[in-house]
């Protein structure tokens, strides 16, 4: 299995808007190891988005230049897939037809895209939801269908924009210890965008903080914490408070007044 | 559908009175059942089925009341505003001959022809429109153009062009339902979740894949909308381009009691291009509900019972 070593060489994205031009980045140079998990965090509009889209090949940037194993990013690809927050299920296919889409439109015959969608089922755990409709699903079953989508093809890297944004807390939790545990058998590269701090801290590798203002990476944070990872150790808690410092979200500094 | 089954409330159910001896057993149990479903049907139950039956009825009866009224009020002749039951006889006697049937049949045959015609071209074309941005951009002109022309308008034309009979009827029908088949195709298109697209693209999904697999059927739902409408235009227009000189179908049905001034004739053709009328947008609604339950999650417009 292969999996995707990703570059960024000083990518700059301007978007020209009525009242002038905003930077949505400027100059990110970064660099991600094949089979990396890696968290994006930073306040609304310092570019996430914009990055992710880059990556997964919808957007192209102003400058610089993105490679995914030593080839240039020229457009959307099979092999580098993206989770949206709003899961894009296909209303009109059942689950198993939705998972099978992407072997299908590749010209996998059918045998074969049927057993290898219902090994990915298998894995989101959804497989005795194979003939039902999206509609019928929780949004949390929803966004477990669409990771069973995109492995299925067996991608070399997986790009997620706020995956778990809508839904609720217990069942964010539940997917991020799904996710966690399909990334350690599959080791696809994650890069995963997110505005759940704990989230990051949970799943990361690296957590890329980003500023806005102009669009940048802030501060790399790795996380070097063994997996599968406790929520509740003092370990934890200080990653946890140094990306929240990093995002100025905590003040160190003493009160102006006393007690 | 809409409203959720209420179990029934049993009520106060009387004991099914004992079998005379030697009744044989089935009997028996037949006899518990009819009773234990009589029981079932409860007050609420029949008042509900009235309810659905019954007002609507009853606005019908009210119509046919007021026209038995105006007949009988004397302002005009019996051969002027014939009541219900002379309608009613006239239509007997030509159901009786036959010639009723001839009519609908042909009637029906140009409608479906021109209407399957419309359809197509007009879906096909609503693709291509609406998928690709520039050529709409140039034909919506045009279409626009066209699309407020009222299609009797093109009557005189459509005799000149195109002769008497069948196929200036059938164009006329077909103009009459192209253009609703077309614009809201078009429509349909250009509202696809372009999220659906994005995520087309990124799996390698040829163009071809993308169309046929993401936009038509993302599109479909309000494609049948569309002809729905189409189909209730069509109807309409019928009965006019039948008038161009077709020697069968309602349309000509109308004309020809005119000129024989046959009110009672002409009344009952009216009535019977109603009630077809309503059937075929009855079936079409019940298919467009079968696609919308079939696309799962996108409830029908309308769909309340
Ligand atoms: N298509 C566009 N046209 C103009 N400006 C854009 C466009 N897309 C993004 N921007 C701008 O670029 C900046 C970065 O946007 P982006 O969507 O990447 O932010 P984000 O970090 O994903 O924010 P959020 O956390 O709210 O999703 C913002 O200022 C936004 O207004
Ligand atoms: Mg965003």
Redesign the pocket.
């Known amino acids: 299995m292969k999996q995707a070593r990703i570059v960024l060489r000083s990518v700059e994205?301007r978007?020209?808007?009525r009242s002038g031009t905003?930077?949505?980045?400027a100059a990110v140079d970064l660099e991600i190891r094949g089979g990396e998990f890696v968290c994006?965090v930073?306040?609304?509009?310092?570019?996430?988005?914009?990055?992710?889209?880059i990556l997964a090949g919808f957007?192209f940037p102003s400058r610089g230049s993105v490679e995914i194993d030593g080839a240039i990013v020229d457009g959307p690809q099979r092999r580098v897939v993206t989770l949206f927050q709003s899961y894009g299920l296909f209303p009109w296919r059942s689950v198993l037809r939705n998972v099978e889409y992407g072997l299908e439109v590749s010209g996998v015959p059918r045998r074969q895209r049927r057993d290898q969608a219902m090994q990915c089922l298998d894995l989101v755990g959804l497989s005795s939801f194979a003939e039902h409709h999206p509609h019928e699903l929780s949004g949390g079953m929803q966004q477990r269908i669409a990771l069973a989508r995109a492995l299925a093809v067996d991608p070399e890297c997986i790009l997620m924009?706020?995956p778990f944004g809508a839904l609720d807390a217990i069942t964010r939790i539940k997917l991020q210890e799904e996710l966690a545990r399909i990334w350690e058998e599959k080791r696809k590269t994650i890069i995963c965008?997110t505005?759940d701090i704990e989230e990051s801290v949970f799943l990361a590798d690296r957590i890329l903080v980003?500023a806005?203002n102009p669009?940048r990476v802030k501060t790399v944070i790795p996380v070097p914490l063994p997996r599968p990872r406790s929520r509740t150790s003092p370990e934890f808690d200080e990653l946890r408070r140094r990306v929240y410092a990093e995002l100025e979200l905590v003040h160190d500094s003493k009160p102006d007044f006393e007690i | 559908m809409g409203a959720p089954p209420y179990a029934a409330d049993p009520g106060p159910s009387p004991q099914p009175a004992r079998p005379a001896e030697g009744e044989a057993s089935d009997a028996i149990a037949l006899r518990a059942l009819a009773s234990r479903r009589a029981s079932s049907v409860t007050a609420s139950q029949v008042t509900r089925a009235l309810d659905r039956w019954l007002v609507p009825v009853s606005g019908i009866a009210a119509l046919v009341l007021a026209w038995e009224a105006a007949a009988w009020s004397g302002r005009w002749t019996a051969e002027q505003l014939p009541g219900p039951i002379a309608v009613l006889g006239a239509g007997a006697q030509i159901l009786a001959d036959g010639t009723l049937f001839v009519h609908v049949g042909a009637s029906l045959a140009r409608f479906l022809v021109a209407y399957a015609l419309a359809g197509t071209l007009g879906v096909t074309l609503g693709l291509v429109f609406g998928w690709r941005e520039r050529l709409w951009r140039a034909f919506d002109p045009v279409v626009q153009l066209l699309r407020p022309v009222s299609p009797i308008a093109w009557f005189p034309l459509a005799v000149l062009w195109l002769g008497i009979g069948d196929v200036p009827a059938i164009a006329i029908i077909f103009l009459a339902s192209f253009f609703p088949a077309l614009l809201s195709t078009v429509a349909a298109v250009r509202r696809v979740d372009p999220l659906l697209l994005r995520i087309a693209r990124n799996f390698g999904s040829s163009e071809r894949d993308i169309v046929l697999k993401v936009v038509v059927p993302a599109a479909f739902p309000q494609v049948a909308v569309g002809l729905h409408i189409a189909l209730g235009a069509a109807w309409v227009y019928l009965v006019a381009g039948e008038m161009l000189g077709a020697r069968s179908g309602l349309g000509f049905l109308v004309m020809d009691a005119r000129n024989f001034l046959r009110t009672d004739l002409l009344l009952f053709a009216v009535l019977v291009i109603g009630v077809v009328g309503l059937a075929l947008d009855k079936a079409i609604g019940a298919a467009e509900r079968r696609i919308y339950r079939a696309w799962g999650a996108v409830p029908a417009p309308g769909d309340v019972t």
Do not use: I, Q, R, Y
């Not at chain 1, 905003?22 to 980045?25: E, M």
């Not at chain 1, 930073?42 to 889209?53: A, E, H, Q, Y």
């Open positions: 994205k978007f020209a808007t905003t930077v949505a980045l994006l930073g306040p609304s509009g310092c570019g996430k988005s914009t990055l992710l889209n957007d924009d706020e965008v505005h980003m806005t669009g």
